[in-house]
Nanobody, 126 residues
Framework: QVQLVESGGGSVQAGGSLRLSCAAS????????MGWFRQAPGKGREGVAA????????TYADSVKGRFTISRDNAKNTLYLQMNSLEPEDTAMYYC???????????????????WGQGTQVTVSS
C-alpha cells in the first residue's frame, strides 16, 4: 500500500532554514505528481509547492516563492522541500501528498491528491 512518511520538521528562529523529506513506498514513485501542503492551527490545509513526476516542472504558492524549493530524487523515492528565510507565518504542520494524475493548474489543490502522509511540524519563532 502507499505510504508517505515526512521528516525534518522542527523549531527554528525567523530567517532560519529547514529541509523536509518525504519517503515514499508502495507505488511507483516516479510516475506520481507530488506536493507539499501545510495546515496552521485553526486554518484550512493549503498547497505550498508541487512537482511533476519527472521533476522538470514545479509550482509554488505566492507566499513561498523565492524562499522554498521543491525537488525529488526518483532513485531514492524521496521528495524534498528546502525552506529558507522562514517566517513565523510558515508555522504549520507540513504534509506531502501524491497522485498519479492532477489536472494542469490544480497542482496546489488539496482535493486533487489521493495519498497523504501524517505530517511533520514546523515552528518558526520571531
Amino acid at each position: 500500500q502507499v505510504q508517505l512518511v515526512e521528516s525534518g520538521g522542527g523549531s527554528v528562529q525567523a530567517g532560519g532554514s529547514l529541509r523536509l523529506s518525504c519517503a515514499a513506498s508502495g507505488y511507483t514513485f516516479g510516475r506520481y505528481i507530488m506536493g507539499w501542503f501545510r495546515q496552521a492551527p485553526g486554518k484550512g490545509r493549503e498547497g505550498v509547492a508541487a512537482i511533476s513526476s519527472g521533476g522538470g516542472t514545479t509550482t509554488y504558492a505566492d507566499s513561498v516563492k523565492g524562499r522554498f524549493t521543491i525537488s525529488r530524487d526518483n532513485a531514492k523515492n524521496t521528495l524534498y522541500l528546502q525552506m529558507n528565510s522562514l517566517e513565523p507565518e510558515d508555522t504549520a504542520m507540513y504534509y506531502c501528498a501524491a497522485d498519479d494524475w492532477v489536472s494542469g493548474g490544480r497542482w496546489l489543490l488539496v482535493n486533487e491528491y489521493t495519498y497523504w502522509g501524517q505530517g511533520t511540524q514546523v515552528t518558526v519563532s520571531s
